[in-house]
């Protein structure tokens, strides 16, 4: 009997210049994919940032009013630290962000915004590789995110966004899932990247320790290196952040 194989992942395609990365809350994003994002900046490519909300209601501790300043300074230091300086908030509420038109508008008009070839977001599926329920937030923006992503080159889906002087932006080419139970790409995780990506993460402590009892730095640096050393069976033996890709 043989033994089954292992499917492999490709590495992602290179050949881009713009990518813009839209997902729900600060946090979302050092979670586990920007060791590939300090990649992608190191080698000269331009990322922006795309939050639905400001994550103002993530801390029981913190009154929104309070929370969400703060959420958004910590992502603003912690996108920097990974090379990334355009960081937008669309400003839905948190935890009850609707899949939608209006959702979708707003994505479609930061593509126009932005003209990325590459877009990046979040798990939108139900579970965690049906381990773990996924949040709405998290659903209705990586589902709102691949559908904007074809909205944002139709002039006929939100004419108003022209009368605002954002034209019609066909040019992306691929929507990048991170988190995805079904990946089919990765990016390595340098050493160098990697430790980024966990100083990056460490810039949301206020949220972190709220979360866990441990020490932040210990846990941050537990849950990435795991989380790159789970790629690395199917990437060639390198650590690495994984996507599942869709052309376009």
Known sequence: MTEPQITQLQPMPDDWQRALAVVAHPDDLEYGCSAAIAAWTDGGREVAYVLAT??????DTLEPETCGPLREREQRASAAVVGVSEVEFLDHKDGVIEY?????????????????????????????????WNTPDHVAVGRATLDAAGDAGNRWIFPELIEQGLEPWNGVRWVAVAGSSS?????????????????????????????TDEDPES??????????????????????????????
């Open 100 to 132: 939608g038109t209006p959702l979708r508008r707003d994505i479609a008009a930061a593509i126009r915004r932005h003209r990325p070839e590459l877009v990046i977001t979040l798990n939108h599926r139900d579970t965690w590789g049906g381990v773990a």
């Open 54 to 59: 400001r994550g103002e209601a993530g801390i």
């Open 219 to 248: 846990y941050v640096r537990e849950f990435l290196t795991r989380g790159a050393a789970m790629s690395s069976e199917r990437f060639g033996g390198k650590p690495a952040v994984a996507f599942e890709l869709f052309g376009r």
């Open 183 to 211: 990946p089919t790409h990765a990016v390595e995780a340098t050493e160098d990247c990697l430790e980024r990506a966990v100083r990056s993460l460490l810039e949301h402590r206020t949220y972190i320790e709220v979360l």
